[in-house]
């Protein structure tokens, strides 16, 4: 038995799936409604302490945290090799990971809620009391610090600036790697590149591609990485129009700001 707790718009999620493509590996999957709480539901929690998804179920076993996801579905399943077999690429590999769960995760999570998804939760959390309820109940004190700062800012917050600079400078570590071979992490698409896309897709998706405006190698990277079936069939035809519509409405409104950001460094 294999089951994914996924939600279709957590970039953690958007890691895990096309990995499952790209091995042929079939699997149950269980929706966990995020933006209504049912992330600290007592049934979800008995599967993840943490209440953050991704998770995977595999034989009654219990695998969190997504850049471990990604190499468990590597080494427990047949298929395509994912990881490079270059002990330098595989280095590599776990290099962009690291830095993704180090910090970009958390300046995704500070971009995507103070231009976007803090309207999708605050229809749910629609009194100070709910929201309350909702932040003291987030396990991880770090992600319930995170959240309670994403839910007070604006986009124009030095919050807010501090997230978009440090993607400024991880696109740019992009367009310099992307020199040095086509993939991430050597000559064919791996682990990496899977880590790393969501977090473009969702700039993208909020419209903020001018963070790689210019950066010619980037945009030709993320074109070939969503164009792959693996990408196209588990998170493009998946996505929910009503968050893409209010992704781009309100970066739509964002994205001026982000610009200025952007055009005083």
Not at 201 to 217: A, E, F, I, K, P
Request: proline fraction near 5%.
């Amino acid at each position: 038995m294999l089951r994914l707790y996924d939600h279709v718009e957590s970039v953690c999620c958007q890691k895990v799936r096309p990995a499952f493509f790209e091995k042929g590996v079939e699997y149950e999957k269980r929706h966990v409604a995020l933006e209504a709480g049912e992330s600290q539901s007592e049934a979800f929690l008995a599967v993840n302490p943490k209440g953050m998804v991704p998770v995977i179920e595999h034989d009654g076993r219990i695998v969190t945290e997504s850049s471990i996801i990604l190499e468990y579905i590597e080494e427990a399943f047949e298929g395509p090799a994912l990881m490079p077999a270059d002990p330098y690429w595989r280095a590599r590999r776990r290099a962009w990971a690291r830095r993704i769960d180090d910090s970009m995760h958390t300046h995704v999570a500070t971009i995507s809620f103070i231009i976007a998804f803090v309207r999708a939760f605050r229809s749910t959390l629609d009194t100070p009391e709910k929201l309350a309820t909702y932040l003291n109940g987030v396990p991880d004190p770090t992600y319930r610090d995170n959240m309670r700062a994403n839910f007070g800012a604006e986009v124009d917050s030095e919050r807010m600036q501090d997230a978009v600079l440090a993607y400024d400078s991880f696109i740019a570590d992009m367009e310099t790697a992307l020199g040095e071979s086509p993939w991430l992490a050597g000559d064919t698409f791996s682990l990496a590149d899977l880590d790393v896309v969501p977090y473009i897709v969702r700039l993208r998706n909020l419209q903020l591609d001018c963070l790689w405006s210019g950066r010619t190698r980037v945009a030709d990277w993320l074109e070939r990485v969503t164009s792959r079936e693996s990408w196209r069939k588990t998170v493009s035809e998946l996505q929910s129009s009503d968050w893409l519509g209010l992704m781009k409405a309100s970066g739509d409104t964002a994205r001026p700001i982000v610009e200025r950001m952007l055009a005083a460094t």
